[in-house]
């Protein structure tokens, strides 16, 4: 059964950051990789390429645009968002029940 993981990630323009977060879905027990950190930033509405892989740094990939993402990895993933963990469920199939 898969599993919804927030990953939290930066957003670093040349005169500004932003803290934000993705949503993804992997199966119990798996954890996420560099591809599918890139394919939740992109689903987000960046298109980017990876620029560093051990600090897990991405980069905008259209011409003309100059900034960084960068995935915290160590965020502090026990802290519950309820509002988030709700917005989520709503978009979540309901299975039927046996």
């Given at each position: 059964?898969?599993?919804?993981h927030?990953?939290?990630?930066?957003?670093?323009?040349?005169d500004?950051?932003?803290?934000?977060?993705?949503?993804?879905?992997l199966?119990e027990n798996?954890?996420?990789?560099?591809?599918d950190?890139?394919?939740?930033l992109?689903?987000?509405?960046?298109?980017?390429?990876?620029?560093?892989?051990?600090?897990?740094i991405?980069?905008?990939?259209?011409?003309?645009?100059?900034y960084w993402?960068?995935?915290?990895r160590?965020?502090?993933?026990?802290?519950r968002?309820?509002?988030?963990e709700?917005?989520?469920?709503?978009?979540?199939k309901?299975e039927?029940t046996?």
């Open positions: 059964m898969k599993k919804e927030i990953i939290h990630f930066k957003v670093i323009h040349k500004s950051v932003q803290l934000l977060r993705g949503l993804i879905f199966e798996q954890k996420p990789t560099l591809n950190f890139q394919q939740c992109i689903d987000c509405g960046h298109d980017v390429r990876i620029e560093n892989k051990d600090q897990a991405f980069r905008a990939n259209k011409p003309g645009e100059q993402i960068q995935v915290l160590e965020h502090d993933s026990n802290t968002d309820l509002n988030v709700n917005l989520a469920k709503s978009f979540m309901n039927p046996a």
